[in-house]
């Protein structure tokens, strides 16, 4: 075969030249970890990459969400709670015969009154950003003298006004947040339908003696009843219906409660799905992007070889020349 | 007779030198690109009859003749021209492929950031801290979808310019040509040799030119060579060239054309008419990557901007009382008490987006669309594309789906002219968010941040096929597809045009070996010859001192 002295010095260098680029390829795969160094290297496989990545951002996004929802719920689960037991207490204190001594009532008058501010304190919970929980939609409000910039305002006076709610009106202003595609979960309650319901089954007409014993608001129940215990003017009749006042708010409060464990329980559920998933897509992620360190390696151990090989063999050669040997 | 043996030695010292001149010249052209070796000719001249028989007289040199194959020498042309193509496309392409798939580049990264953000409003609408991140993430949003469209206008530019400095180093080439082809005409004609450099001259040119488009050789007798491209359009015709030039594109102001002008008309080169060369490949990859690219980058930035001001404006803001503004630069402005909002489709045939304004309205069954720049007007059904003057615009429309458009209500604008370009965020303060839905009372609203951060996951693009990163990655997919081929076609016309060339440079090119044993060969020639002139000359001598 004959071959031009050009193509013969060139030979060398196209060797060199492929040894040398692939060398310097799988340096940069090394250095980045990464076996896709463009999207044109594996089209198919960028294809996947950018899908499980927004796949895990989204994901990601939504496991957020679900400690969000979690922390949320769990916050109004141990406010709720605590409403509870102070309902709870507030209906022991009430269930005590109108003929028992002065001092006694009194004695319960002024338990119910700690009670009373307790529960208003809870009503009026605020979140960590200093957000009230119950008061629907309005988490700040303006202080002015009307409204005691609460959602429940109530103050001890024994007086008959109903208590002034500030927040949204029920059902409306409960906030839910996404926690999976599509998949939202209610993380706030309105809690004015169990401190003032507007359900007209709970309210007892055919107890009409006394001022407010069969009124929905159960601040003005507990007020009044607050003012009148030690004074000694209740009737059973009365105090019958202070107590099935609180039955009817524990009751309500029961409903909010087991929306929450539901609520917590749903929340348990996606984030298990979620983690599953987000492990998923990130093992495949990394299976499809990260680069075969060994493999790698090995390959540029070769491939560092054959360059060798060629330079040596470039070396050898480039000096023969007939010339060298006619004098 | 022996004043004639003194010649026939005289015949073979001229032919040595001759060969030892021709090696010399080889030696000289061994990196000379297109030169092919030479080689002499040799021939007996006609014998001297005596009664004795015929006696030859000397050697005569034929010609000087390159060696070569016109075969061999087209199939490096062909390969290098595929290979020139394939380059300049990969180049470019390669560009746009790492640009758009670029993590900190690209926009799939900062669509996933703003709708994270905005799930982390609605996680917590009174949070300063939320809004001012979504305001952050849509500024980086705007920002990318700026510096992508920047970036690619500044590639389409700089191709306008590669077009016509292409169009003027080819009109040098053709010209040089022309020009050589005349001058070899004149030299060889009728003396039946070839003009062997001039030839070489005219086969580098060629080379040069095929480099920037593919040609087509055809020999014709007189030594002139004829160049065709494409389809048989004439480029060179023995000593006339044909120039081409730069011309704005008649479809799109924005693009430049190479056409070939030919008595007075000009024939449009495109992508069907040119299929190799660097000319072609800028072309192809223009209109097979950028402009796609540019286009999908422009429906991207006015759907984001369509869908998310149509959310954020149906909401309020922070005091729960002012209406959500726009939040990007409107893709689509109300006019004249226009209610609801149209969608983005596809183009059908293809086209991209047209860089210029319309206006739309609705009546229910069909959309009339208005452009801007001439006022033409046009009537689509939902989902047509629409098509002004015989030239497709490059999308439909559709009613929104959430927002549907009441008929006859008014008119849309619809602003897509450098709308990448300009895309800005407008809102500037964090309490402009609008997180509450419009019916709220209260600054703990999120339901309206929900809506925007679930259009993460609504099929909004590619006639409601897609989500917006999805429509991004098959940007990147389709990108990447175009320059992986282009890649594999490099490697593959590589290989191509080093085995053409090695086969040619195999006949044609220079061995300095084989020039050293050539002249060796012509040495040792050259010493008999003078040794037999004076072997004569001794016998002239001799003959001489017997008369004496």
Same mark, same amino acid.
């Given at each position: 075969?004959?071959?031009?002295?050009?193509?013969?010095?060139?030979?060398?260098?196209?060797?060199?030249?492929?040894?040398?680029?692939?060398?310097?390829?799988?340096?940069?795969?090394?250095?980045?970890?990464?076996?896709?160094?463009?999207?044109?290297?594996?089209?198919?496989?960028?294809?996947?990459?950018?899908?499980?990545?927004?796949?895990?951002?989204?994901?990601?996004? =939504?496991?957020?969400?679900?400690?969000?929802?979690?922390?949320?719920?769990?916050?109004?689960?141990?406010?709720?709670?605590?409403? +509870?037991?102070?309902?709870?207490?507030?209906?022991?204190?009430?269930? !005590?015969?109108?003929?028992?001594?002065?001092?006694?009532?009194?004695?319960?008058?002024?338990?119910?009154?700690?009670?009373?501010? +307790?529960?208003?304190?809870?009503?009026?919970?605020?979140?960590?950003?200093?957000? =009230?929980?119950?008061?629907?939609?309005?988490?700040?409000?303006?202080?002015?003298?009307?409204?005691?910039?609460?959602?429940?305002?109530?103050?001890?006076?024994?007086?008959?006004?109903?208590?002034?709610?500030?927040?949204?009106?029920?059902?409306?202003?409960?906030?839910?947040?996404?926690?999976?595609?599509?998949?939202?979960?209610?993380?706030?309650?309105?809690?004015?339908?169990?401190?003032?319901?507007?359900?007209?089954?709970?309210?007892?007409?055919?107890?009409?003696?006394?001022?407010?014993?069969?009124? +929905?608001?159960?601040?003005?129940?507990?007020? +009044?009843?607050?003012?009148?215990?030690?004074?000694?003017?209740?009737?059973?009749?009365?105090?019958?219906?202070?107590?099935?006042?609180?039955?009817?708010?524990?009751?309500? %409060?029961?409903?909010?409660?087991?929306? !929450?464990?539901?609520? %917590?329980?749903?929340?348990?559920?996606?984030?298990?799905?979620?983690?599953?998933?987000?492990?998923?897509?990130?093992?495949?992620?990394?299976?499809?992007?990260?680069?075969?360190?060994?493999?790698?390696?090995?390959?540029?151990?070769?491939?560092?070889?054959?360059?060798?090989?060629?330079?040596?063999?470039?070396?050898?050669?480039?000096?023969?020349?007939?010339?060298?040997?006619?004098? | 007779?022996?004043?004639?043996?003194?010649?026939?030695?005289?015949?073979?010292?001229? &032919?040595?030198?001759?060969?030892?001149?021709?090696?010399?010249?080889?030696?000289?052209?061994?990196?000379?690109?297109?030169?092919?070796?030479?080689?002499?000719?040799?021939?007996?001249?006609?014998?001297?009859?005596?009664?004795?028989?015929?006696?030859?007289?000397?050697?005569?040199?034929?010609?000087?003749?390159?060696?070569?194959?016109?075969?061999?020498?087209?199939?490096?042309?062909?390969?290098?021209?595929?290979?020139?193509?394939?380059?300049?496309?990969?180049?470019?392409?390669?560009?746009?492929?790492?640009?758009?798939?670029?993590?900190?580049?690209?926009?799939?990264?900062?669509?996933?950031?703003?709708?994270?953000?905005?799930?982390?409003?609605?996680?917590?609408?009174?949070?300063?801290?939320?809004?001012?991140?979504?305001?952050?993430?849509?500024?980086?949003?705007?920002?990318?979808?700026?510096?992508?469209?920047?970036?690619?206008?500044?590639?389409?530019?700089?191709?306008?310019?590669?077009?016509?400095?292409?169009?003027?180093?080819?009109?040098?080439?053709?010209?040089?040509? &022309?020009?050589?082809?005349?001058?070899?005409?004149?030299?060889?004609?009728?003396?039946?040799?070839?003009? /062997?450099?001039?030839?070489?001259?005219?086969?580098?040119?060629?080379? /040069?030119?095929?480099?920037?488009?593919?040609?087509?050789?055809?020999?014709?007798?007189?030594?002139?060579?004829?160049?065709?491209?494409?389809?048989?359009?004439? *480029?060179?015709?023995?000593?006339?060239?044909?120039?081409?030039?730069?011309?704005?594109?008649?479809?799109?102001?924005?693009?430049?054309?190479?056409?070939?002008?030919?008595?007075?008309?000009?024939?449009?080169?495109?992508?069907?008419?040119?299929?190799?060369?660097?000319?072609?490949?800028?072309?192809?990859?223009?209109?097979?990557?950028?402009?796609?690219?540019?286009?999908?980058?422009?429906?991207?930035?006015?759907?984001?901007?369509?869908?998310?001001?149509?959310?954020?404006?149906?909401?309020?803001?922070?005091?729960?009382?002012?209406?959500?503004?726009?939040?990007?630069?409107?893709?689509?402005?109300?006019?004249?008490?226009?209610?609801?909002?149209?969608?983005?489709?596809?183009?059908?045939?293809?086209?991209?987006?047209?860089?210029?304004?319309?206006? &739309?309205?609705?009546?229910?069954?069909?959309?009339?669309?208005?452009?801007?720049?001439?006022?033409?007007?046009?009537?689509?059904?939902?989902?047509?594309?629409?098509?002004?003057?015989?030239?497709?615009?490059?999308?439909?429309?559709?009613?929104?789906?959430?927002?549907?458009?009441?008929?006859?209500?008014?008119?849309?604008?619809?602003?897509?002219?450098?709308?990448?370009?300009?895309?800005?965020?407008?809102?500037?303060?964090?309490?402009?968010?609008?997180?509450?839905?419009?019916?709220?009372?209260?600054?703990?609203?999120?339901?309206?941040?929900?809506?925007?951060?679930?259009?993460?996951?609504?099929?909004?693009?590619?006639?409601?096929?897609?989500?917006?990163?999805?429509?991004?990655?098959?940007?990147?997919?389709?990108?990447?597809?175009?320059?992986?081929?282009?890649?594999?076609?490099?490697?593959?016309?590589?290989? *191509?045009?080093?085995?053409?060339?090695?086969?040619?440079?195999?006949?044609?090119?220079?061995?300095?070996?084989?020039?050293?044993?050539?002249?060796?060969?012509?040495?040792?020639?050259?010493?008999?010859?003078?040794?037999?002139?004076?072997?004569?000359?001794?016998?002239?001598?001799?003959?001489?001192?017997?008369?004496?």
């Amino acid at each position: 075969m004959r071959i031009d002295s050009l193509s013969y010095f060139q030979s060398s260098m196209l060797g060199m030249r492929d040894n040398q680029g692939n060398l310097s390829r799988l340096n940069q795969q090394l250095a980045s970890g990464s076996k896709l160094l463009a999207p044109k290297d594996d089209p198919l496989a960028m294809e996947k990459v950018m899908r499980l990545t927004s796949s895990i951002a989204t994901r990601t996004q =939504f496991a957020a969400n679900q400690i969000r929802a979690n922390l949320a719920l769990n916050y109004e689960a141990t406010v709720v709670q605590e409403m +509870h037991s102070a309902l709870n207490s507030a209906r022991d204190l009430l269930s !005590i015969s109108p003929s028992s001594s002065t001092s006694l009532r009194t004695i319960h008058a002024e338990r119910l009154k700690s009670v009373f501010s +307790h529960l208003v304190g809870l009503a009026n919970t605020k979140d960590t950003n200093g957000d =009230f929980i119950f008061g629907g939609f309005k988490t700040t409000l303006p202080t002015t003298p009307d409204t005691g910039a609460q959602p429940f305002v109530r103050t001890l006076d024994g007086g008959l006004a109903d208590t002034y709610y500030n927040g949204t009106a029920y059902p409306d202003g409960t906030r839910s947040i996404e926690v999976e595609n599509g998949r939202t979960v209610q993380v706030s309650d309105n809690l004015a339908e169990v401190f003032r319901f507007t359900d007209a089954s709970f309210i007892d007409t055919a107890n009409g003696a006394g001022a407010n014993e069969a009124d +929905h608001d159960l601040l003005k129940n507990l007020d +009044h009843a607050i003012s009148n215990l030690p004074v000694g003017t209740l009737t059973q009749a009365n105090l019958n219906g202070y107590v099935k006042a609180l039955d009817q708010a524990i009751q309500k %409060l029961s409903q909010v409660e087991y929306r !929450i464990a539901g609520a %917590l329980g749903e929340v348990a559920d996606v984030k298990g799905t979620t983690t599953a998933l987000l492990l998923n897509d990130k093992n495949a992620l990394g299976e499809i992007q990260q680069v075969d360190q060994e493999a790698a390696i090995i390959e540029l151990q070769t491939r560092q070889t054959m360059l060798e090989a060629s330079n040596s063999a470039y070396a050898k050669t480039a000096n023969l020349s007939l010339f060298n040997f006619l004098s | 007779m022996s004043i004639s043996s003194l010649s026939v030695a005289l015949s073979g010292l001229n &032919a040595a030198q001759a060969g030892i001149r021709t090696t010399q010249h080889n030696i000289s052209n061994i990196n000379t690109s297109g030169y092919r070796r030479q080689e002499v000719a040799y021939t007996t001249p006609s014998a001297q009859f005596t009664s004795s028989g015929y006696f030859g007289s000397g050697t005569a040199i034929e010609s000087v003749r390159q060696i070569y194959s016109q075969f061999l020498d087209n199939a490096v042309l062909q390969n290098q021209g595929q290979l020139s193509y394939y380059e300049t496309y990969s180049a470019q392409a390669s560009q746009i492929d790492s640009m758009l798939g670029d993590s900190n580049s690209g926009l799939s990264k900062a669509i996933s950031k703003f709708f994270s953000a905005s799930s982390e409003v609605a996680n917590d609408p009174t949070s300063t801290a939320a809004r001012q991140n979504l305001l952050s993430m849509g500024k980086n949003l705007a920002g990318r979808i700026n510096t992508l469209d920047t970036q690619m206008q500044g590639m389409l530019d700089a191709s306008n310019t590669a077009v016509t400095s292409m169009t003027q180093e080819i009109n040098v080439l053709t010209t040089g040509i &022309a020009s050589l082809n005349a001058s070899i005409a004149k030299l060889e004609g009728g003396s039946g040799q070839t003009a /062997n450099d001039l030839r070489d001259q005219r086969d580098a040119l060629v080379a /040069n030119l095929n480099k920037l488009v593919q040609v087509t050789q055809v020999q014709q007798p007189d030594g002139e060579i004829s160049l065709y491209i494409g389809e048989g359009q004439t *480029l060179v015709q023995g000593k006339y060239a044909y120039s081409v030039s730069a011309v704005t594109d008649s479809n799109d102001s924005s693009l430049k054309q190479a056409v070939l002008n030919i008595g007075g008309m000009s024939l449009p080169l495109s992508g069907t008419q040119i299929k190799g060369g660097e000319l072609a490949g800028l072309l192809a990859q223009r209109d097979e990557v950028l402009l796609p690219a540019m286009s999908d980058v422009t429906a991207m930035a006015f759907a984001l901007s369509s869908e998310i001001n149509a959310i954020h404006r149906n909401g309020l803001q922070q005091d729960a009382a002012t209406a959500g503004g726009n939040f990007f630069t409107p893709a689509q402005e109300q006019v004249g008490g226009a209610s609801g909002w149209l969608s983005l489709g596809t183009s059908s045939s293809g086209s991209r987006i047209a860089n210029d304004n319309y206006s &739309a309205s609705w009546d229910g069954s069909a959309f009339t669309v208005v452009r801007e720049s001439d006022g033409l007007s046009t009537t689509v059904s939902a989902g047509e594309e629409v098509v002004m003057d015989g030239v497709a615009q490059g999308f439909s429309l559709y009613p929104h789906t959430t927002f549907v458009p009441v008929a006859g209500s008014g008119t849309w604008n619809l602003n897509f002219k450098s709308l990448a370009a300009s895309m800005s965020m407008i809102l500037g303060n964090t309490t402009e968010v609008a997180a509450a839905a419009s019916t709220a009372n209260g600054a703990g609203d999120n339901r309206n941040a929900l809506a925007l951060a679930a259009l993460r996951t609504s099929r909004v693009l590619n006639n409601q096929q897609s989500t917006f990163e999805q429509a991004y990655q098959q940007t990147v997919t389709r990108t990447a597809n175009n320059a992986s081929n282009a890649d594999i076609s490099v490697s593959a016309y590589t290989t *191509l045009v080093d085995e053409s060339t090695s086969s040619q440079q195999g006949l044609s090119g220079v061995n300095l070996d084989e020039e050293a044993i050539n002249l060796v060969r012509f040495q040792q020639a050259y010493q008999a010859s003078a040794k037999a002139m004076s072997v004569a000359s001794a016998i002239f001598d001799e003959l001489l001192g017997v008369v004496r």
